[in-house]
């Protein structure tokens, strides 16, 4: 009997990710991180402010999806979000694509719909999002974890 895996959230994060934001963030996860194989995908996009409650928002999450077999992933960081993920070192912890659409094929899902808020389900027969005899693309880190192809 095969295990049905939980879809990818797409959650596209507010401009100020900070304390008060975190506590309604947090909620909105919570019962989606307590499942089995939990896999996020965080649009920074729009973030232009996180306070320390952000950071220790993303450290939870991804802490709360590992324990249960799932990933979060980051995608499309505004240039303000990338200098807060470099300087707290989160770049080196988080896998980081250009976009929404990149993040979620990592997972074996095509992104299908412009809103980043959408849950997707992984649609396909041979359980990575593309068609049998189809490969995935290789997505483009701009940091974070190096992928195996990026070894020489």
Do not use: H, W
């Amino acid at each position: 009997m095969r295990k049905t895996r939980l879809p990818v959230l797409v959650r596209q994060l507010p401009q100020s990710v900070n304390a008060e934001n975190v506590r309604v963030l947090q909620g909105e996860l919570d019962s989606f991180l307590k499942a089995d194989g939990p896999r996020l995908v965080f649009d920074l996009s729009q973030v232009e402010e996180m306070d320390a409650a952000g950071v220790d928002m993303l450290l939870r999450c991804v802490s709360d999806a590992t324990k249960r077999d799932g990933d979060l992933k980051l995608a499309a960081p505004s240039p303000r979000a990338l200098v807060i993920l470099e300087l707290t070192q989160l770049d080196r912890l988080f896998e980081i694509f250009e976009t929404p659409a990149e993040a979620a094929a990592s997972y074996g899902v095509t992104l299908m719909t412009e809103n980043s808020d959408e849950t997707l389900a992984s649609g396909s027969s041979n359980g990575n999002g593309t068609e049998p005899g189809e490969s995935t693309p290789e997505p483009q880190l701009r940091s974070g974890r190096r992928s195996d192809s990026d070894v020489a």
